[in-house]
């Protein structure tokens, strides 16, 4: 374990102060060790996998951060899967994908872990990860066992891990069933997905969706240049709130929001992490004052943010 270690890099959206004590997991016995150690001793412990959906504060991380790179997976002829946390989503899909099991498709292009991925109930094209776990090996109470999913109360994009005070939970590995799928079949849904996904993907440096989208049909009904698609479906994408309210191109310091997607948070050269959660919270503003509905962040602040005083963009 090594101290005062910067996370910037091992974030997306590169920007952050350092972690108190720093640790890389290479294997679910390593994970597990540190979890632990850390709930049987009262440290707090905050694993990152491709640290592609969090923004650590500049003040830093107490306690523990543990990088999870622990990425074995174990596949039975009947498409059970195991698999450690640290391992890639997308890496998860070729591998099962290439034995002949389906069910992940949309995976492609999501970057991050598995650990990551359960924590938001990651996924896209009406699917997501939740779906096909039939056990978790978690370390919790200090005690290391397998549990049924249940645990993690998921719901679209969300998860017990992500509740304001959540509870001391490490994921260690996955349990998860897939069906048989012919491999053309398997291979020419994900590329229809992956190419959707060209044109639409942020540029590096970015977190993805900074908010979530909103479910509420009254406010999809109201807006008459929504597509028809959405309106009926009562969603109205993040993006095009931000859009409306001007954000697209926005920027302060090194944060901006994307021209060609509001609703991708980029770093343009240097910014801080104050740089960008000020920038979220104008939007957010700006979007409230507009529409009179909060929007979400999907992005997790981790560490201290205390001290934290958003900065105010000059308008002209
Ligand atoms: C270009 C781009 C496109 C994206 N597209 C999508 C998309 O289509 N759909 C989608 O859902 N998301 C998308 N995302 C967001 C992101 O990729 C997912 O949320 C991803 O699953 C996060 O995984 P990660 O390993 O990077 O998580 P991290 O950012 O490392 O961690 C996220 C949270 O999970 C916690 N955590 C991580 N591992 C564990 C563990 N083992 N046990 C307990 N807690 C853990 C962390 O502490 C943190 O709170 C996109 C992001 C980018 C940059």
Same mark, same amino acid.
């Given at each position: 374990m090594t101290s005062n270690e910067s996370l910037s890099p091992y974030c997306s959206l590169k920007a952050g102060g350092t972690a108190e004590w720093f640790y890389r997991a290479f294997h679910a016995d390593e994970l597990a060790e540190v979890a632990i150690y850390a709930q049987q001793n009262g440290h707090t412990l905050t694993v990152i996998g491709g640290g592609s959906n969090l923004l650590p504060s500049d003040a830093g991380v107490p306690g523990i951060v543990a990088v999870n790179q622990s990425r074995g997976i174990w596949m039975s002829r009947t498409g059970e899967v195991i698999a450690e946390t640290g391992v890639w989503f997308q890496e998860l899909f070729l591998k099962t994908a290439q034995c /002949?099991?389906? %069910? &992940?498709?949309?995976?492609? %292009?999501?970057? /991050?872990?598995v650990g990551g991925a359960l924590v938001s109930n990651a996924g896209a094209y009406r699917s997501n990860?939740?779906?096909?776990?039939?056990e978790l090996e978690v370390v919790q109470d200090g005690e290391r066992k397998w549990v049924s999913p249940?645990?993690?109360?998921?719901?679209y994009r969300d998860s017990? &891990?992500?509740?304001?005070?959540?509870?001391a939970l490490v994921v260690l590995r996955i349990k998860i069933q897939l069906p048989a799928r012919p491999q053309k079949e398997i291979f020419d849904e994900a590329r229809d997905y992956q190419r959707q996904r060209i044109g639409k993907q942020p540029p590096p440096a970015s977190a993805g969706s900074f908010f979530k989208n909103i479910n509420d049909h009254e406010l999809a009904q109201s807006l008459?240049? &929504?597509?028809e698609r959405l309106k009926s479906a009562g969603v109205v994408p993040a993006g095009y709130l931000l859009e409306n309210a001007g954000m697209a191109g926005f920027r302060l310091g090194g944060a901006m929001l994307a021209t060609?997607?509001?609703n991708f948070m980029l770093n343009?050269?240097?910014?801080?992490a104050t740089e960008i959660r000020s920038l979220a919270k104008y939007a957010r503003d700006r979007v409230f004052a507009q529409y009179g509905r909060d929007l979400e962040e999907e992005v997790l602040y981790l560490g201290d943010w205390s001290q934290f005083v958003p900065l105010v963009p000059e308008v002209n």
């Open positions: /002949g099991f389906g %069910g &992940l498709e949309y995976a492609v %292009g999501i970057p /991050g872990s990860i939740s779906e096909h776990l039939v249940d645990i993690m109360e998921f719901s017990i &891990l992500r509740s304001p005070t959540p509870p008459s240049n &929504l597509p060609r997607h509001a343009v050269g240097g910014a801080t």
